[in-house]
């Protein structure tokens, strides 16, 4: 069984940064990774993602301010976020799954198998 941990949300004024982190158990094979997000009344949306291959994909609106990466050594998937606009408020999820998605997938949130909790993130401006 995958366990997915997020952490690093909070709140923080527009125009500042957010580093999220997603430790990931229980399983050490390379897989498709994401982070989704939920704001209130909205439906759950792919921010970002990345396959084995290293292949990213980004939500148009984050493009250029948020940047996704992990760290294989430490089984940790990260998301830095830059220039923060209150838009960007909402609970942020990792998402894994053991398929090697191609990247125009990436963001369909029905291919991800395994999530974590979520953690809020608030940008006030």
């Known amino acids: 069984q995958v366990h997915l941990v997020e952490s690093g949300g909070g709140a923080v004024q527009a125009g500042g940064s957010l580093r999220l982190s997603c430790v990931v158990s229980?399983?050490?094979?390379?897989?498709?990774m994401a982070w989704f997000r939920q704001a209130p009344g909205k439906e759950r949306e792919g921010v970002a993602a990345i396959n084995r291959g290293g292949s990213t994909l980004y939500l148009v609106s984050v493009k250029g301010r948020f940047t996704i990466s992990q760290d294989n050594a430490k089984n940790t998937l990260y998301l830095q976020m830059n220039s923060l606009k209150s838009e960007d408020t909402a609970i942020y999820y990792c998402?894994?799954?053991?398929?090697?998605?191609?990247?125009?997938?990436?963001?369909?949130?029905?291919?991800?198998?395994?999530w974590g909790q979520g953690t809020q993130v608030t940008v006030s401006s």
């Open positions: 229980g399983y050490t094979s390379r897989y498709s």
């Open positions: 998402a894994a799954t053991n398929v090697n998605l191609m990247t125009w997938d990436l963001l369909v949130r029905s291919h991800y198998s395994f």
